[in-house]
């Protein structure tokens, strides 16, 4: 008997000594015989990925020893163990280069919720009553399987559906892959504030279906129309370091950057120029600002090459863009758009970033395509200071492609009887992030057996039937392909920093468990025992040790995404696409454009849970634990609306109420929200907490790709009431306020 | 050799995006008070971005400040503590004695940057969150004031490190959270006492300024103003 074990038979026996001898056993602390890979006093640095966003950011893990609540073969007591302590930015990694942005530093709260389901549930009460009760791993997994297994004897393999959020991942490459040898399609990916549209304008225009990176770091200047950079969009941490040194990186050259966009974003207030801009007219001064450069040669005409020739009348010099037209459409003076053309031809390396509300309208490809003609015009693609494309690795082929959320919602609805019978949730509360028009609720109510993996109830898991939670990300084998951020191709991957705290199983492996145990196993067998090896076959054996100890690893000899995937849009010119934005709801009833925005703190509301974002105050307006809306001063005073009373904002679909926000970045006919709040389920923390934008929206859609025109909606804007209280910020209680001491 | 430890926030980098202010919480044991306790002025932020808006719509800009202890060399809070928990160090940090502290609050009224948070109630850390704290760094209670160490658990590991190494600190090897954290790399911290030092020589440029230096507090934080208003 070696001294581990001898120690454990004491701590048994000793335990059960203490058992016999008290009246109350469940009242005894047991202490159960930690881990022997314990250093007292000591962190221990293991790698992490973030698994936040699609920015696939590499983390450092501070490992230290703790005292756990735990659960061990049914007995509650106290273990000491290995946990995760705080979350750093990972040093080597090439996209975030050592920083991590705020959301992912309030990662390590995912893991330590109080609100994290702790084991598989199953649904009590009625479908949506948030009434479940425990069951145990074997059970759960064996309901599942006979659900799947009646699909497969009634031959409606097809009706299996995956919902879940976009990024690629060899996790996402297994959840294909079950789907797609099980006989159904690839998972539907949705994201509130997608990038579909610019991944389909770079791919007509310069043959990649992906998010761009920037080389700011060597940018002269930079014109922003929208795009959150800095922020909340693509890889902001990347971006945020590109940025830093475009503006003080090099001796005697200072970047200098313009933003357009018609509220002031988070990035906008970095810019040195910012340009209010009538919502929707983006791409129109994309194109004059190219009118004036092709019509004083700046440029040399032929530059736009395969860009260019997808706009309409750009050989012919853009003849119906000029300044003075762009005045009228846009709002931007013509003498200003002169001089921002000059400036952009004159100070290469330049570029132009597009994102966000500009693209999501019915017309969202074409402002897309103009600016993506733009930078072909300043010689910028490809080049330093410009905009390139990371390599890439093919993603899992899908035999079935995936199905958009919208349509297989309405066809959800549409039917007697479901198409989908089975639905898997991952990770996507498609409740609320989706406009009322969609009627994803009522549609996943319909669906006769929904499972969820994600590790709390919110808005759309609280309507499952049976939930296997996750581990969290610290507790399983995690990885990322970043699409953007770096020159390199490059895949995040890192196992447990720590052991799992509760009854949770890894998706992954839940997946491949599954795929055992179906009557009919699925062709070609999913062969890897567990989802760690699947990821070890993935990168190859002479990258595994370096992935496994740095984090990250270069992936090479795959060869990037087939340039010939370009064809099926290519010759496709701008002749038969929108080119001006069209609003929902009729102006004169609703005179206020209504631009949603992804939050600082929670982005789309996916981390509202977290309780260091929602306290952390937001940097435009120093609010924490709220919702708003940001009104111009002036109109403002129009309405007799004042800072912090309760407003309700109307469309044709639906109203939501919070406290007025007065603000001077917003222009007087738009009304802005921050995304994020307004959960009916979402733990202690944002539960029931603010106001949901989103659900004042149309239902409109960006016309080629379908993607959600989440900035197309007008609204009304009406005062029901004094201050209530909800509007919380710090920078206007920095001295304490007069109240009654407790 | 001895240090004095400094920083230097370069504005024309920052982009207000607040990591430091989560990196800071997570380091350093800061509770969250939630919306309530939020709403009566309590919520604690040992570093916070500070927001200014000029001007009117269309002509509006926005400029963003990190807001931290500035470490006076000339503190306000120090002398007028009556139980030496609020002293200046060897190496030039504003260092508070949490155990010595009273809770009278003199230190807070005194401070020119409000950047001193007092704890009117016991921190609560609703399990398992508990598990996140940072065993480097003590849990505070009521009645006691706290704020911004320059992560001195941080400078005491490395020191220790180095010494032990039998050699030199090297310049940038050592960082606060905040500074850590920085995407645009806003945030640079180091020794003053060696004049090339990247803290040393930036702190000399023509960008720099000290927040409200009018008022003598001679703080070891100098920022650097972008250069459009340089």
Redesign the interface.
């Known amino acids: 008997m070696d001294r581990r074990n001898f120690i454990k038979l004491t701590a048994v026996t000793g335990g059960a000594v203490t058992l016999a001898s008290c009246g109350n056993p469940e009242h005894e602390l047991i202490r159960f015989v930690p881990d022997e890979d314990l250093t007292p006093g000591l962190a221990e640095l293991k790698p992490g990925v973030c698994p936040l966003c699609s920015a696939g950011c590499g983390t450092t893990v501070r490992v230290m020893q703790a005292d756990v609540d735990t659960v061990r073969n049914g007995q509650a007591g106290v273990v000491t163990m290995s946990v995760a302590k705080k979350l750093e930015g990972n040093a080597t990694h090439p996209v975030n280069q050592g920083a991590l942005c705020a959301r992912g530093q309030a990662a390590i709260q995912i893991a330590y919720h109080p609100d994290r389901i702790t084991q598989p549930l199953k649904r009590r009460g009625a479908k949506g009553s948030g009434d479940f009760q425990p069951i145990e791993w074997d059970a759960a997994i064996a309901e599942l399987v006979a659900q799947l297994d009646k699909l497969t004897a009634s031959n409606a393999q097809a009706s299996l559906a995956c919902w879940t959020r976009p990024g690629a991942s060899a996790r996402h490459d297994l959840t294909t892959m079950f789907l797609s040898r099980f006989g159904a399609a690839a998972p539907t990916t949705f994201e509130l504030f997608g990038d579909d549209v610019l991944r389909r304008a770079n791919l007509m225009s310069f043959g990649r279906e992906q998010l761009p990176t920037f080389d700011l770091a060597a940018s002269r200047y930079a014109i922003s129309f929208g795009a959150d950079f800095l922020g909340t969009w693509n890889s902001p941490v990347a971006q945020a370091a590109a940025y830093g040194r475009m503006r003080q990186g090099r001796r005697g050259v200072r970047g200098a950057f313009v933003q357009a966009e018609p509220r002031m974003s988070l990035t906008g207030a970095s810019a040195d120029e910012w340009v209010a801009i009538r919502p929707g007219t983006e791409g129109v001064l994309a194109l004059g600002l190219a009118h004036v450069i092709l019509r004083e040669k700046l440029r040399p005409a032929d530059a736009g090459g395969r860009a260019g020739a997808l706009v309409d009348g750009w050989s012919k010099g853009l003849p119906d863009y000029t300044p003075q037209a762009i005045e009228q459409k846009t709002g931007v003076k013509a003498a200003r758009v002169e001089r921002l053309a000059r400036e952009l031809a004159e100070q290469r390396p330049s570029v132009a970033l597009i994102a966000g509300a500009p693209l999501a309208h019915a017309h969202g490809l074409f402002q897309a395509l103009a600016v993506n003609a733009l930078n072909a015009l300043l010689g910028s693609v490809g080049t330093p200071g410009g905009v390139s494309f990371m390599p890439q690795v093919d993603a899992a082929a899908a035999s079935r492609p995936a199905r958009p959320l919208r349509a297989v919602a309405a066809d959800i609805l549409a039917a007697d009887k479901s198409p989908v019978q089975v639905l898997l949730l991952d990770r996507l509360n498609a409740v609320h992030a989706t406009p009322p028009g969609w009627r994803v609720r009522e549609a996943v109510l319909k669906v006769p057996f929904v499972v969820s993996f994600g590790s709390f109830l919110d808005d759309t898991s609280v309507l499952a039937d049976l939930i296997l939670p996750d581990h969290a990300f610290l507790e399983s084998w995690t990885d990322a392909r970043p699409e953007s951020g770096a020159t390199i191709a490059l895949t995040t991957v890192a196992g447990p920093a720590m052991k799992p705290l509760y009854q949770t199983r890894a998706t992954p492996d839940v997946l491949l468990d599954i795929a055992k145990k179906l009557k009919q196993p699925i062709k070609p067998e999913l062969a890897w025992p567990s989802f760690d090896q699947m990821l070890q076959a993935s990168i190859g054996e002479d990258a595994w040790s370096t992935a496994t100890k740095q984090g990250w690893v270069e992936i090479k000899g795959k060869g990037q995404p087939a340039d010939s995937k370009g064809q099926r849009s290519e010759g496709k010119g701008q002749g038969d696409i929108a080119r001006e934005a069209v609003f929902d709801g009729d102006a004169a009833q609703y005179p206020f454009y209504f631009l949603p925005y992804a939050s600082q703190a929670f982005v789309d509301g996916s981390v509202a849970h977290l309780p260091w974002l929602q306290e952390m105050p937001d940097p435009m307006s120093t609010a924490m634990w709220s919702s708003w809306v940001e009104i111009n001063p002036q109109t403002a005073g129009r309405l007799g609306i004042g800072d912090g009373d309760v407003v309700e904002i109307a469309s044709a679909h639906g109203t939501v109420r919070a406290p007025a926000l007065i603000s001077p970045g917003i222009a007087p006919d738009v009304l802005a929200m921050p995304a994020g709040q307004g959960h009916e389920t979402f733990t202690r923390y944002a539960s029931g907490r603010g106001s949901n934008p989103v659900k004042v929206l149309g239902p409109s859609v960006e016309q080629v790709t379908g993607a959600l025109a989440w900035a197309a909606t007008r609204v009304k804007v009406t005062r029901v009431g004094e201050p209530d209280g909800t509007l919380i910020r710090f920078g206007g209680s920095l001295t304490e306020a007069e109240h009654t001491h407790r | 050799m001895s240090h004095r430890w400094g920083m230097v926030v370069?504005l024309?980098?920052?982009?207000?995006?607040?990591?430091c202010?989560?990196?800071c919480?997570?380091?350093n044991n800061i509770p969250?008070?939630?919306?309530a306790e939020?709403?009566?002025?309590r919520?604690m932020?040992w570093l916070?971005?500070?927001?200014y808006?000029e001007?009117?719509?269309?002509d509006?800009?926005?400029?963003?400040r990190p807001v931290l202890c500035q470490q006076c060399n000339a503190a306000p809070c120090e002398p007028v503590c009556p139980t030496y928990a609020s002293h200046h160090t060897e190496e030039g940090l504003n260092a508070q004695v949490y155990n010595r502290c009273i809770g009278t609050r003199y230190c807070a009224n005194a401070c020119s940057y409000?950047v001193r948070f007092f704890n009117?109630f016991n921190p609560v850390w609703?399990?398992?969150?508990?598990?996140?704290?940072?065993?480097d760094v003590s849990l505070r209670e009521v009645g006691v004031m706290e704020k911004c160490t320059f992560c001195v658990q941080r400078i005491k590991a490395k020191t220790q490190q180095v010494k032990a190494e039998n050699r030199e600190l090297k310049d940038g090897e050592l960082k606060p959270a905040c500074a850590?954290?920085?995407?645009?790399?806003?945030i640079l911290f180091g020794d003053l006492n060696d004049p090339e030092s990247q803290v040393s020589r930036l702190s000399r440029s023509s960008r720099g300024e000290k927040l409200l230096e009018e008022l003598g507090t001679l703080p070891n934080i100098t920022y650097?103003k972008?250069?459009?208003e340089a």
């Open positions: 370069d024309d980098r920052c982009t207000g995006c607040e990591a202010v989560v990196a919480h997570a380091e969250t008070v939630g919306p939020a709403a009566r002025g919520a932020h916070r971005v500070e927001r808006w001007g009117e719509f269309p509006v800009r926005l400029k963003f409000n009117f609703e399990k398992p969150l508990h598990l996140q704290l940072n065993p850590q954290s920085c995407p645009a790399t806003a650097l972008g250069q459009a």
